[in-house]
């Protein structure tokens, strides 16, 4: 598919969402409309205030302390996921002891976990980049190890019968295989290291995205709440932009498919 007509559909599913959006709180279809206007606003009015603040300067302070505890939570978690990912997928004894708990550690809710890091790191940027943290550590590590995992055993004796010794085949087998499980888990981590840092803000800080959101919902400002939403959208495909640009650049040896024109 060209990638102009997929540009355009795309923009056609928020126009669809947005005139529904607005058909539903600009006419009486579902009750009143002052009624379902305080429940979800308008269109109109979440992106005039979205562009307010975008535009002034207020918001840009408390973006840029969710930017902080959003990078801190993904590089962190990331570089222990691949980390220790590696280490268990080669070394099955070690993975074999640690199952259960690594299993047992990933089945915790991790809106339980934000009070006790809160108690541990204070109400500061550091009990956010840990809550971050464990959503994103156990994605990239299952991912990469089982991207590892999945080599395939007739590659790799040929690898050794060629004599490359473990640092090449980490190299020049490991690592390709296991790139392009690492990337997909990365793009949904993105997300989550966001979702960390502002669940955290939510429920106690005095800066922050999170906290912006909270402060609008404790006076029933809806539009304020979802134009928080909006900033955050943007913000999440913003990073997530950077890390296909990353992705393509260390996956460039990878062959592409190439898309059916429609």
Excluded: C
Aim: aromatic content about 14%; charged content about 10%; proline content about 3%.
């Amino acid at each position: 598919m060209k990638r102009a007509r997929l540009l355009f559909l795309q923009a056609m599913v928020m126009v669809v969402a947005l005139l529904i959006w607005h058909v539903v709180t600009a006419y009486p279809l579902l009750g009143d409309v002052k009624t379902i206007q305080f429940f979800f606003s308008t269109p109109a009015a979440v992106i005039g205030r979205t562009w307010t603040q975008l535009t002034g300067t207020e918001i840009y302070y408390h973006l840029g302390i969710t930017l902080t505890e959003t990078v801190l939570a993904f590089v962190i978690g990331s570089a222990a996921g691949i980390f220790f990912g590696f280490t268990f997928a080669r070394q099955e004894l070690l993975a074999a002891v640690f199952d259960p708990y690594i299993k047992a550690a990933n089945a915790l809710p991790r809106v339980v976990l934000a009070p006790i890091f809160a108690l541990w790191f204070g109400l500061g940027i550091w009990s956010k980049v840990a809550l971050g943290f464990t959503l994103v550590f156990f994605i990239v590590f299952f991912n990469v190890y089982q991207g590892v995992r999945e080599v395939s055993p007739t590659v790799l004796a040929n690898a050794r019968m060629l004599g490359m010794n473990e640092r090449q085949l980490f190299r020049h087998v490991y690592w390709p295989s296991a790139l392009t499980w690492m990337f997909s888990s990365l793009h949904t981590s993105v997300g989550f290291a966001l979702v960390g840092a502002v669940v955290g803000e939510y429920l106690g800080s005095s800066a922050g995205l999170g906290y912006k959101i909270h402060e609008a919902e404790s006076v029933f400002d809806v539009t304020g709440v979802f134009s928080g939403m909006v900033i955050l959208m943007i913000f999440v495909i913003a990073i997530d932009s950077l890390v296909t640009l990353i992705e393509k650049r260390l996956l460039v040896w990878k062959p592409q498919q190439n898309a059916r024109t429609v």
